[in-house]
């Protein structure tokens, strides 16, 4: 049986991503790694993440030639410059994982009549239907009206990662 979620959604369109089981190689191609890369393309978030960007840059700036390069104390300049351009690079790499990686979209367009015959369903067993995405939502996904998509273990919608937070880029988002 299938029924659809008690949830009001908007409209979705797909986005190219990870399939489910797919895993980085390192042989791949570079036109395999474009296929790979998760992107949204909302113009709000696109904003919001050059903005975060531009601002650690800055951050970057004022630090290094405003507090630092001043001291008097020459080893202090030189420690804690390299300090902050360190925790610098791991906050832009993180913000650049989580806002390229796949969150953990279900694919769309699932809920095919061939499909569901396969799933060979218990009797009383119900499975749901995202009626914007026409996708077979697992449990604790939810509808991201920005991705359009839904999106396994949904955190939120961050826009200055422009990227959900899922099941598969939080780790990412925790560590930016």
Known sequence: ????????FR???HHPLLAENDSYDSSSSEADMAERVWFIRDGCGMVCAIMTWLL???????VTF??????KDFWYSVINGVLFNCLAVLA????????LTDPGAVPKGNATKEYMDNLQLKPGEVIYKCPKCCSIKPERAHHCSICKRCIR????????VNNCVGEKNQRFF???
């Open 1 to 8: 049986t299938m029924q659809s979620s008690g949830h009001r």
């Open 174 to 176: 925790v560590l930016f």
């Open 56 to 62: 650690v840059v800055y951050a970057d700036f004022v």
């Open 66 to 71: 405003v507090m630092l390069l001043p001291s």
């Open 11 to 13: 409209d979705v369109e």
């Open 92 to 99: 832009l790499s993180s913000h650049l994982r989580t806002m």
């Open 153 to 160: 273990k949904m955190d939120h919608h961050c826009p200055w």
